[in-house]
Nanobody, 122 residues
Framework: QVQLVESGGGLVQAGGSLRLSCTASGRTFSSYTMGWFRQAPGTDREFVARISRSGEYTIAADSVRGRFTASRDNAKNMVYLQMNSLKPEDTAVYYC???????????????WGQGTQVTVSS
């Protein structure tokens, strides 16, 4: 099974940018749809974005569309979340996740990273 480790979180001012990375182990990375989720204190985990196995197709949540972009480099077993124009409401722990499902619902991701904290100050 692929294992996922997120990195790149930190403290940033509103309006700033941050790029999260997720490193995957194993040789089956390109067989997985990858997703990004976030969870703020006292809230349920929220879908942020997903990217198809080839990287050709991406979907972003309404709350981040136009600001966040998912990408991947299958040769490096990496997936990224470029976050621009950050807002305080983006503050959360961000998780990458994987699933073999082609067009997954949020509940269909079955592999998760440990999360990385993103804090956006006002």
């Amino acid at each position: 099974q692929v294992q996922l480790v997120e990195s790149g979180g930190g403290l940033v001012q509103a309006g700033g940018s941050l790029r999260l990375s997720c490193t995957a182990s194993g040789r089956t990375f390109s067989s997985y749809t990858m997703g990004w989720f976030r969870q703020a204190p006292g809230t349920d985990r929220e879908f942020v974005a997903r990217i198809s196995r080839s990287g050709e197709y991406t979907i972003a949540a309404d709350s981040v569309r136009g600001r966040f972009t998912a990408s991947r480099d299958n040769a490096k077993n990496m997936v990224y979340l470029q976050m621009n124009s950050l807002k305080p409401e983006d503050t959360a722990v961000y998780y990458c996740a994987a699933t073999p499902v082609l067009a997954p619902r949020p509940a269909e991701y079955d592999l998760w990273g440990q999360g990385t904290q993103v804090t956006v100050s006002s």
